[in-house]
C-alpha cells in the first residue's frame, strides 16, 4: 500500500479542491480517501504523514486523451506555415504515413505516448488505421502495427484503447483507396472484423475498440457491420464527423441526409458511440446525437490548427451529449489547454463569457473520456478507481498566486510534476521515469521525416 499526501485533490462531487487529502493506494487501486482535519494536517516543514508521500501542488485523477493519431506528431512545426485547409494539410500527413513500418511506428508512439505522459494524461485513445504495408499489403502479422502501437504505451506507462478503425473507401461515392491510403484498408468490413477478431493485445494495459473512420471510408451499406461488431463485444465505437462543411455536402449529395443522420439510419449512434469533432452539426444533429446518447469528443487545438471552425460546445452540452477531449493531431499535447479551449472558443463564437464551470471541463478531461474508451472505473479520485494521480504545480510563473480552482485557466502541461498511472509512479519531478522524452521524440521524427 501507498499513501499520499496532497496538498489539494479534486474529489468527485466538488466544486474546487479540497485542502490536505490523504489517499491510500493499494494494486493499482484507490483504497481511501480522507480530507484532514485541522487537528490532524502534519505541522509546517513536514514532508509526511507518517510514511505518506507529500504531493505539494493540486492533484487531479489522471486526464484521458480521448482521441490520437500518434504518427500525426511526426507533423508538428511542419505544416503551419503558408496557406492551405484540412485537404492540404491531408496530403502531408499521408506523405508521413506513406514511411512507416512496425518499428519505427513503436519508436515514434513509444515517444509520444511519454510526452502525453508528461502532460497528465494516462489513458489515449489511438484511432489506428495504419493497418498494413505502404502498398496495402499485409505484414506477416496482420496486426503488427497495431501490436507496436500496445507495447508503445506499455514502454510509456500509459493506457491504451486501440480504437482499430475501418477505412474502406476514400469518398462518400465509394471511390477506391489508391496511393498512401491503400495501407488503411482491408477490402470490406467483414474482412476489417476478421482481422480485428485476431488480435489479442499483449499486457493488461491495453483494450481493443473499434472505429468507423467517416462517412467517406465506409459505404452506407457496411457501416452496420462494424457497428454491429462493436455492440456485440461491448467495447467503445468512435467516428470523426463532420469535421469540414465538404463531408456534410457530399453526403447530403449521394445520400440526402447528414453524415449524422446516416449513421443513425445504420445503427451507429448510442451511448458506447463517440463522435468525433461534431464541428458543422445541424440542429437536427444535435438532437440524434443527444436522444441516442451519443458522446462527442472535441480536439479545438487541431480543429484551429486545421481552420476546421468552432464547434457548438454549449448547444451540444445542453442537449445532454457527453464532451470529451483529444489531442488528435498532436499540434500541442497538452489538456489543459484542449479544456479552456472549449470554453475560450465558445467565447469567439458567441462574443459572450462563462459558458463553461471549472467542474464541466475538468469531467470531460478525466472521467468523460475514460467512459468513452472503455475505462469506467477511471478519472475520479474515488475507492475502487484505479490509482491514477495527477499533480500539477502551483508554483511555476504560470500557476503562483491562482486559487486551486482555476487550474485549468492558467497551467499548461510543462506545470504537471508527478504522474502516477495504476499505482505506478511514471512521472517523478517533471520527468518521465523510463523514457529520454525530447530525445526519443527528436530522433523517431526525424525516421520518418528526413
Do not use: K
Not at 333 to 348: G, Y
Not at 420 to 445: K, M
Request: aromatic share 6%; net charge negative.
Amino acid at each position: 500500500m501507498t499513501r499520499w499526501l496532497t496538498e489539494y485533490a479534486w474529489l468527485p462531487e466538488h466544486a474546487e479542491p479540497t485542502p490536505d487529502v490523504l489517499i491510500e493506494t493499494d494494486g493499482g487501486r484507490i483504497t481511501g480517501v480522507t480530507p484532514l482535519t485541522v487537528g490532524s494536517r502534519p505541522p509546517a516543514g513536514v514532508d509526511v504523514l507518517g510514511d505518506a508521500v507529500r504531493l505539494p501542488g493540486l492533484t487531479l485523477p489522471g486526464l484521458a486523451n480521448a482521441h490520437s493519431h500518434a504518427f500525426h506528431r511526426a507533423l508538428r512545426g511542419r505544416t503551419h506555415g503558408g496557406r492551405g485547409d484540412f485537404w492540404t494539410w491531408r496530403d502531408q500527413m499521408y506523405s508521413v504515413a506513406a514511411r512507416l513500418d512496425p518499428d519505427s511506428y513503436l519508436a515514434l508512439a513509444r515517444a509520444v505516448y511519454a510526452e502525453m505522459a508528461l502532460a497528465g494524461i494516462t489513458c489515449v485513445g489511438e484511432f489506428h488505421y495504419l493497418h498494413h504495408g505502404p502498398d496495402g499489403t499485409p505484414y506477416g502479422e496482420a496486426n503488427a502495427m497495431g501490436a507496436a502501437l500496445v507495447e508503445a504505451a506499455a514502454h510509456a506507462g500509459v493506457r491504451l484503447t486501440l480504437l482499430d478503425t475501418a477505412y474502406l473507401t476514400s469518398t462518400v461515392d465509394g471511390q477506391p483507396l489508391d496511393g498512401p491510403q491503400r495501407r488503411f484498408g482491408d477490402g470490406n468490413a467483414l474482412r476489417w472484423a476478421e482481422r480485428v477478431d485476431a488480435f489479442t493485445p499483449d499486457g493488461t494495459h491495453a483494450r481493443v475498440g473499434a472505429a468507423i473512420h467517416s462517412v467517406r471510408a465506409v459505404p452506407a451499406g457496411q457501416l452496420a457491420t462494424v457497428a454491429g461488431w462493436a455492440d456485440r463485444r461491448g467495447v467503445p465505437l468512435h467516428v470523426h464527423l463532420s469535421e469540414q462543411p465538404a463531408e456534410n455536402d457530399a453526403c447530403r449529395a449521394v445520400h440526402g441526409c447528414t453524415p449524422t443522420a446516416l449513421l443513425a439510419e445504420h445503427g451507429v449512434l448510442g451511448p458506447h458511440t463517440t463522435a468525433v469533432h461534431a464541428t458543422h452539426p445541424t440542429s437536427g444533429d444535435l438532437t440524434l446525437l443527444g436522444d441516442h446518447r451519443t458522446g462527442v469528443c472535441l480536439c479545438p487545438t487541431t480543429e484551429r490548427d486545421l481552420a476546421d471552425g468552432i464547434g457548438p460546445a454549449r448547444r451540444m452540452a445542453d442537449a445532454g451529449i457527453r464532451l470529451s477531449l483529444g489531442s488528435d493531431s498532436h499540434a500541442v499535447v497538452d489538456l489543459f489547454e484542449e479544456a479552456r479551449a472549449v470554453e475560450l472558443d465558445e467565447r469567439l463564437r458567441t462574443r459572450r463569457r462563462g459558458h463553461f464551470s471549472a467542474v464541466e471541463l475538468l469531467t470531460a478531461a478525466t472521467v468523460a473520456g475514460h467512459a468513452a474508451l472503455g475505462w469506467g472505473d477511471a478519472g475520479r479520485l474515488a475507492v475502487g478507481d484505479r490509482a491514477d494521480l495527477v499533480t500539477v504545480r502551483l508554483d511555476s510563473a504560470r500557476t503562483a498566486g491562482i486559487p486551486p480552482v482555476g487550474v485549468f485557466f492558467a497551467a499548461t502541461a510543462a506545470d504537471v510534476d508527478h504522474v502516477v498511472v495504476d499505482g505506478r509512479v511514471v512521472v517523478r519531478d517533471g520527468r518521465h521515469v523510463d523514457v529520454d522524452v525530447p530525445t526519443e521524440l527528436r530522433d523517431a521524427v526525424a525516421a520518418v521525416t528526413t
